[in-house]
């Protein structure tokens, strides 16, 4: 009897369930077209990040810094960047060229805010290699911080966790700094970039 009376149970639970997620799957299905689609073009409305973005726009100078041990003095050198909107002011690219360890270099970036997510999102790539890296995080209340963490598989190091922090100072001046720990799991210092607008 006891069985029985736990069979019926189970059975009526799993019942149950199945008309509920039923339920769910036919209004899934009957979700309104045009709900979803106002609901995708409010999502791919460019908002205050992007106008921040937009404010980024321009030529710009660069002194970068960049740390090979935490220890030792880094090495300088300089370089220009153009920045500019895409796809309807949507993303901030950035194309940036100078020297890099003696060597000529070339550098391009895409940063984007994603209002689903609600993250910043970006991606890297330059003449030093063949990767593309790519970071995601959030900003600061007023926006002129934006923190990213990312990762990588560097020959030396091996696999490497990445911290980027933007920060907008003002409308002429920019800092990025990257951090990385390898591992050792420290994270250290290993660049710090400041852009200064051009007159």
């Known amino acids: 009897m006891r069985l029985t ?9 799993v019942m149950s369930a199945s008309l509920v997620m039923a339920k769910e799957k036919k209004q ?3 979700m309104d077209p045009q709900a979803m689609m106002e609901t995708y073009q409010k999502l791919a409305t460019p908002g205050e990040p992007h106008k921040q973005f937009a404010s980024l ?15 030792k003095p880094p090495t300088e050198s300089t370089g220009s960047c153009e920045q500019k ?23 391009i970036g895409v940063i984007g805010y994603d209002n689903y997510t609600k993250k910043y999102v970006s991606t890297w790539m330059d003449s030093m290699g063949t990767g593309i890296y790519v970071m995601e995080g959030t900003a600061s209340a007023d926006g002129k911080t934006i923190t ?14 990445l911290r ?3 920060k907008i100072v003002d409308n002429n001046t920019e800092i990025f700094e990257m951090y990385g720990a390898g591992k050792k799991g420290k994270e250290m210092k290993m660049m710090e970039i400041v852009y200064t607008r051009k007159p």
């Open 5 to 13: 009376y736990m069979t019926l149970t189970c059975l009526c639970l």
């Open 28 to 30: 899934e299905k009957q």
């Open 57 to 71: 726009a321009g030529s710009w100078t660069t002194k970068t810094k960049s740390w090979m041990e935490p220890n």
């Open 85 to 107: 909107m895409l796809l309807d002011g949507r993303f901030l690219q950035q194309e940036c060229t100078g020297d890099m360890m003696g060597q000529p270099f070339t550098g």
């Open 148 to 161: 990213q963490k990312g990762q990588y598989d560097d020959p030396t190091e091996g696999h490497m966790k």
């Open 164 to 166: 980027g922090v933007t």
